[in-house]
Nanobody, 125 residues
């Protein structure tokens, strides 16, 4: 089992920045690829960003590319999402998720076995 706890959400004006953090405990963190997803009210959960087990490969949804940066620290068992130039459409509950490392698509929520409880991000216009 892997337990994931997100932090860092909040209210920010458009154009501002937030940094989300996800702390992992349980199994060996470096065995897991990590992803960030988000879910807005009335919408399905959608992929945001991915980082592979050793940090050597990252991948972003086009909607956040160039604005968000995912990183991880395997010594601290954390994965972060730096979000810059935030827009009102980024408003959602953000979840971190973990899966056993692999080369398949990182975009599919069902591929991730472990999820945090989510943290709210609200961007005002």
């Amino acid at each position: 089992q892997v337990q994931l706890v997100e932090s860092g959400g909040g209210l920010v004006q458009a154009g501002g920045s937030l940094r989300l953090s996800c702390a992992a405990s349980g199994h060996t963190f470096s065995n897991y690829d990590m992803g960030w997803f988000r879910q807005a009210p009335g919408k399905e959960r959608e992929f945001v960003a991915f980082i592979n087990w050793n940090g050597g490969r990252t991948y972003y949804d086009d909607s956040v590319k160039g604005r968000f940066t995912i990183s991880r620290d395997n010594a601290k068992n954390t994965v972060d999402l730096q979000m810059n130039s935030l827009k009102p459409e980024d408003t959602a509950v953000y979840f971190c998720a973990g899966r056993i490392y692999g080369l398949d698509s990182p975009r599919t929520p069902a591929r991730y076995a472990y999820w945090g409880q989510g943290t709210q991000v609200t961007v005002s216009s």
